[in-house]
Nanobody
Framework: QVQLVESGGGLVQAGDSLRLSCVASGRTFSTSVMGWFRQAPGKEREFVSGIGWSGARTYYADSVKGRFTISRDNAKNTLYLEMNNLKPEDTAVYYC????????????????????WGQGTQVTVSS
């Protein structure tokens, strides 16, 4: 049974930092792009960041570029998102996900291209 479990969310003030983790189990995902998405109340789920299977390629939404850093440890089947200088508009539930295809980065920003999803972790940034 494939499972993704996020952790690390919380309530912080603007300017603070958080580190999200996503542990995958049930199979290895070292051959797939993994991504972070977020969804705020009343809004659609949006792409935050993605990383290629080896970790060499990374992708960021413009809104988080320069503040967030994605990384992965394939030996631990774990995905990370380091979030610095958090802003109130970063408030959302954050989800990790695994791309449905191996060895491709096509459509990395589209939620519909991801098969497996975690349950989400809440990030709340107060002003």
């Amino acid at each position: 049974q494939v499972q993704l479990v996020e952790s690390g969310g919380g309530l912080v003030q603007a300017g603070d930092s958080l580190r999200l983790s996503c542990v995958a189990s049930g199979r290895t995902f070292s051959t797939s792009v993994m991504g972070w998405f977020r969804q705020a109340p009343g809004k659609e789920r949006e792409f935050v960041s993605g990383i290629g299977w080896s970790g060499a390629r990374t992708y960021y939404a413009d809104s988080v570029k320069g503040r967030f850093t994605i990384s992965r440890d394939n030996a631990k089947n774990t995905l990370y998102l380091e979030m610095n200088n958090l802003k109130p508009e970063d408030t959302a539930v954050y989800y990790c996900a695994v791309h449905r295809r191996e060895y491709t980065t096509l459509g990395y920003a589209a939620p519909s291209n991801y098969d497996y999803w975690g349950q989400g972790t809440q990030v709340t940034v107060s002003s």
